[in-house]
């Protein structure tokens, strides 16, 4: 634990929080609470053994970083992450609560692998950006964010089988986690269009198949098709349609799908509008 003031906290809290986080202690000598909170909050940080660093603000010394950062009650304790507040507390906390405050800031195992492949993914180095990834989960396996990140980027590179085996841990939480379980509609319509494909035009094959037939399980693997594609609109009217004409088609797997587009698309007043179409054609 160190003292900071207005001239040392660029470069003890901001400059630092890029390679730690940084638990900055708002406190004033004549504030009991702040001298109660103090002792918890060192005791914390030499337990966690450098995975963070703790300084003190005297909020009455420093009335110029008070007003930055709107103090207005203490003890305020902020966490720092590259350069910005990232969260914050008021009043004493118990070293249970601070633990659990801390805890999603804290670096984890395999944390710099998931940088460097989110890094590569934007680049447009996918093989690059799927080998960070693969290693990892081999360093945490217990990252389910990271791993649906993973299975989607396999989908988008056509590696329908090795999403699959990614995708296995995730199998049972996903009956219940939406986002879990869009990753899974994703990951069936990957393997149902690859199986189905018999040449490079799939969307015109799809189509004439359709018109040709009429067909709900024609017509759902034409909205699958559209939700790989991210052509999410087209994917919930094609749903939409085959609820209409039968509620339990597939075991439900038009409404299935068609929650997965409402997770996946990021248009809030096109999901709004689809899902109030949905609950009417439902009840």
Not at 103 to 117: I, K, M, Y
Not at 134 to 146: F, G, H, K, M, R
Request: hydrophobic share 45%.
């Amino acid at each position: 634990m160190i003292d900071v003031n207005e001239q040392t906290f660029e470069q003890e809290v901001i400059r630092a929080s890029f390679s730690q986080p940084v638990l900055v202690d708002f406190w004033a000598p004549w504030c009991g609470p702040c001298r109660m909170l103090g002792p918890t909050l060192e005791r914390v940080e030499r337990d966690l053994e450098g995975q963070i660093r703790l300084v003190k603000v005297n909020s009455d010394d420093n009335p110029q970083l008070s007003a930055r950062f709107r103090v207005r009650s203490i003890p305020l304790v902020m966490v720092f992450r590259d350069g910005q507040p990232a969260d914050s507390f008021v009043g004493v906390k118990s070293e249970g609560q601070i633990r659990a405050f801390l805890a999603p800031h804290l670096p984890r195992p395999g944390n710099d692998q998931v940088r460097d492949a989110r890094d590569a993914a934007a680049a447009g180095r996918l093989d690059e950006a799927a080998a960070a990834f693969s290693t990892a989960l081999a360093i945490n396996p217990a990252q389910d964010e990271v791993r649906t990140e993973y299975v989607r980027l396999l989908i988008s590179m056509g590696r329908a089988k090795d999403a699959v085996a990614a995708f296995e841990p995730l199998r049972a939480a996903a009956r219940t986690d939406l986002g879990l379980a869009a990753a899974g509609q994703l990951l069936d319509a990957s393997l149902a269009i690859e199986a189905l494909a018999t040449s490079g035009e799939v969307e015109r094959e799809l189509r004439q198949a359709l018109a040709a037939s009429d067909s709900l399980e024609d017509r759902f693997r034409l909205a699958q098709w559209c939700l790989l594609n991210q052509r999410w609109q087209e994917a919930m009217e094609l749903c939409l349609e085959i609820i209409g004409r039968d509620r339990r088609f597939k075991d439900d797997a038009a409404r299935k799908a068609m929650l997965a587009a409402f997770a996946l698309c990021g248009d809030a007043q096109l999901v709004g509008s689809y899902r109030r179409r949905l609950s009417a054609g439902l009840y």
